[in-house]
């Protein structure tokens, strides 16, 4: 079982960036792919992005391509989410999660972290 951690929420305005953090423990961290997703109150949990083992690859929703950038440090057992550009409809809660398999359905992921909040002011 994988324990994982996220970090760097808060309350920004619109146009701000923020960067999430997500640390692991428990297994070899290069040896499953990672992912972020995220819940609005009243809504379900949603894909944002998923990073490959190695880092080679990466998958984004339609709604943060090009404003949020995934990206994993192997030595450090951590992901990241750099989040550009935000808007209030980003606002949420922020999840990260560890699978053998990178799939957008957050069922699938295997372990999860507690959230960390993301707010974004008009």
């Known amino acids: 079982q994988v324990q994982l951690v996220e970090s760097g929420g808060g309350l920004v305005q619109a146009g701000d960036s923020l960067r999430l953090s997500c640390a692991a423990s428990?297994?070899?961290?290069?040896?499953?792919?990672m992912g972020w997703f995220r819940q609005a109150p009243g809504k379900g949990r949603e894909f944002v992005a998923a990073?490959?083992?190695?880092?080679?690859?990466?998958y984004y929703a339609d709604s943060v391509k090009g404003r949020f950038t995934i990206s994993r440090d192997n030595a450090k057992n951590t992901v990241y989410l750099q989040m550009n550009s935000l808007k209030p409809e980003d606002t949420a809660v922020y999840f990260c999660?560890?699978?053998?398999?990178?799939?957008?359905?957050?069922?699938?992921?295997?372990?999860w972290g507690q959230g960390t909040q993301v707010t974004v002011s008009s």
């Open positions: 990073i490959s083992r190695s880092g080679g690859s990466t």
């Open positions: 999660a560890s699978d053998g398999a990178i799939t957008s359905i957050a069922s699938s992921w295997d372990s």
């Open positions: 428990g297994r070899t961290f290069g040896s499953y792919a």
